[in-house]
């Protein structure tokens, strides 16, 4: 069975930087959690970040993609510099859907561990930028399907697909 990677704040948990969680109430959701397909994991706890935390962003409007090769940060609106942590925390994500068997993600946008549409530009202004998140760079290095909360009905398309060629 196709598992999926889920960012646990979908799922209800309140990790998110703010003490708050965003659950995605999707009749697919439902399926799968009776299915057993899902596997949560918020990336910064398991990198041992506290809940709450300041926000932070990826300095400069750079993207997952450029924290991962080394030249940009991920820093908190204090300027701490939590670039070590993102990196570890896509390592854990990583290290979980390999374990697990996962083939696809599902992860909340905007993040700058999750964001697979969108970040936020590093100026703390609410202003986006299109790219991922340092996670979800790093899944998709990895050949995991990534998508976002505003993306399941393409998931459960591409996972219906999936297993339709594998059955056939």
Not at 24 to 36: Q, V
Not at 69 to 96: C, K, P
Not at 140 to 163: C, F, N, P, T, W
């Amino acid at each position: 069975m196709n598992k999926i990677l889920v960012s646990a704040c979908l799922m209800g948990h309140a990790v998110r930087y703010d003490g708050q969680s965003k659950p995605l109430a999707h009749p697919a959701i439902a399926r799968w959690i009776e299915e057993g397909r899902l596997v949560t994991i918020c990336p910064e706890m398991s990198a041992g970040m506290p809940v709450p935390r300041p926000p932070a962003e990826i300095e400069g409007g750079a993207t997952g993609e450029d924290v991962l090769d080394g030249t940009a940060r991920v820093v908190e609106i204090t300027g701490g510099d939590v670039t070590d942590e993102f990196r570890q925390a896509a390592e854990n994500a990583l290290a979980l859907a390999t374990g697990t068997g996962c083939h696809y993600a599902l992860l909340i946008d905007g993040s700058p561990s999750c964001g697979s549409g969108f970040v936020y530009d590093g100026t703390f202004s609410g202003r986006r930028n299109a790219g991922n998140g340092v996670t979800a760079a790093l899944l998709k290095q990895a050949g995991i399907a990534v998508y976002s909360d505003r993306d399941i009905e393409m998931l459960a398309a591409r996972l219906a697909a999936d297993e339709d060629k594998t059955a056939g």
